[in-house]
């Protein structure tokens, strides 16, 4: 049998059916350590770029780290201690995850650090900084977000948001329901949650164009020291629909081509501007549809037609990918 150091033993580990083949039919010592020198060329060929292995140090100065922290404070840690999670609360109760990649250099060395954030971060390392500071250094990050996450949450609560249907914490877009096939997209700075964030409203022009107008004339009424949903119903003179009293069937129709209301990760964003009529289409239904009529005509990115449902004039403006 092959003895070695625990190092050389992990390298070869995947290799031990080929070692132990090699050594039964080698005739001799020398042999077999020319047999083993080749395949240690293999196994250290295949594992560059690979971490290098962790030392009883390693381990030592980690288990310390994470006794200061409290192991109540983790959330999932590998069986080689390389990637541990640690889980926070900011002041409003939410929980988030901090999930740490280790390196076989830590404390000497800062882990990556990974958050759903949505500014970037990163820490600030030092050869005496440990698993504490980092907690610290989140803490301080998690507080200045406290706002922008109070806001987006007052929105997902109060209003039907459409897309994203499961928001993450470094989703700074939402989607909201204003009636039937209308809606208004808007997209908050993390760092001025209460400043007017850019807005796109989607919908037939006839509903759309009077939102607009309304949030050009009344732009001068947004006020910082107020909550960001309240700005809106302010400035656009509307209530939003309430999750609470009204069911997605009530305001969201099927695409009038595909019948469906999901199409991919796209959902309905065109609809016909006939009052009377009002269907919506995925915007990849409908173009197929008006390249298919002989009827139809494009001028650059915007393609002019008829309603499958109406026969009315119907335009579409293909969005940049």
């Known amino acids: ?15 031990h059916q080929i070692v ?8 001799n010592l020398e042999s077999f350590m020319m047999e083993l020198k080749t395949i240690l060329e293999v196994a250290l060929k295949n594992r560059n770029g690979l971490e290098a292995p ?36 900011d002041m409003s109760g939410r929980e988030h995850l901090v999930t740490l990649k280790f390196n076989s250099k830590y404390p000497y060395e800062a882990p990556g650090c990974f958050v759903d954030f949505p500014v ?14 980092i907690q610290n250094q989140v803490s301080a990050a998690l507080e200045s977000l406290k706002d922008f996450w109070d806001a987006l949450d ?64 009344n732009i001068h009424l947004w006020d910082p020291e107020n909550r960001l949903l309240q700005n809106l119903k302010d400035i656009l003179e509307i209530e939003f629909p309430s999750c609470s009293k009204l069911q997605k069937s009530d305001f969201s129709m099927d695409c009038g081509i595909c019948y469906a209301y999901r199409l991919e990760s796209a959902i ?27 009827s139809s005509r494009q001028s650059f990115n915007v393609i002019y037609g008829e309603c499958p449902y109406c026969n009315k004039p119907i335009t579409l403006k293909m969005k940049k990918t």
């Open 268 to 294: 309905p964003d065109q609809v016909c501007d006939d009052p009377r009529c009002g269907q919506p289409f995925h915007q990849a239904c409908l173009y197929e549809w008006l390249r298919g009529l002989p």
């Open 20 to 27: 132990k083949q090699r050594l039964q039919h080698s005739v």
């Open 1 to 15: 049998r092959v003895e070695c150091s625990w190092q050389l033993k992990k390298i070869l580990q995947a290799y």
């Open 154 to 217: 007052e929105i997902d609560q109060k209003t039907w948001v459409l897309e994203p249907e499961k928001p993450t914490r470094s989703a700074t877009m939402r989607r909201i329901v204003i009636g039937n096939n209308v809606s208004i997209t808007i997209d908050v700075d993390p760092k001025h949650p209460n400043m007017l964030p850019e807005c796109y409203f989607l919908g037939a022009d006839h509903v759309v164009t009077p939102l607009r107008e309304r949030l050009n004339s």
């Open 120 to 133: 970037p971060f990163s820490i600030s390392w030092t050869q005496q900084s440990s698993l504490l500071n």
């Open 54 to 89: 962790l030392t009883p140090q390693y381990y030592s100065c980690l288990v310390n780290d994470i006794e200061c922290l409290g192991w109540d404070k983790l959330s999932f840690v590998d069986t080689e201690l390389r990637i541990i999670k640690l889980k926070m609360e």
